[in-house]
């Protein structure tokens, strides 16, 4: 077993007074040569938009785009036709493929939206783009890892253009679970949400990452309430 650890303060950021965003790969002006992706996680932004703020039109192509908010609701619009309000509890995929624009707001004027905002090289170039939003509280399970990503239509959760499988977990103190990786070459990037865990004895707090590869399996203890997204994706990049 290979790994890796980034400290929640060893982030890169921005402050744009709309925008407050933490980068755990380098992005826009953070650049870090040891920062540069995870296998084809490419981009990892904690991001908190003010009130009424956003991201205006702009584009993508060849990138699986996946958003997860953690607070408030973001407004949602793009060039396929797409309009919609995600909120905590869902999740967002946006194949850009042979490209797409699209712009994200914050809907409400009193209160900052927090989300995260993920990029994965895809598996395959110039897909025809498309747009799939989920909400996850029906499949959500207390104290077991819940699937809301994978790269099979027919699976829980949405689907991406990329063999990876997203899981997120919501623990109670105490509780001990076993991970078991979908592909031998695959690696996982486990990033805390809040609380504290330890995964395979190291201690991760809010906000902290740590990737694990050349393993089969990895161990996850909740040192207090915590959640947790694991993201499994190839280490190679195509």
Known sequence: MQYIIHPSASRGQANHGWLKSRHSFSFAHYFNPERMHFGVLRVLNDDQVAGGMGFGTHPHDNMEIISIPLKGDLEHQDSMGNVAVIKEGDVQVLSAGTGITHSEKNKNQDQE?????????PRQQNVKPRYDQISVKDIAVKDEFYQILSPNKEDQGVWIHQDAWFHMGDFSQGIEKEYLLKQK???????????????EEQQLNPRDGMGIWETNSLQ???????????MEVPMQLA
Do not use: C, M, T
Request: glycine residues 6%; charged residues 15%.
């Open 220 to 230: 996850v203890k909740a040192l207090s309430e915590a959640r947790v997204l694991l």
């Open 185 to 199: 070459e695959n690696g996982v990037y486990v990033f805390v949400l809040e609380g504290s865990l330890e995964v």
């Open 113 to 121: 939206a927090h989300f995260l905002q993920i990029w994965l090289f």
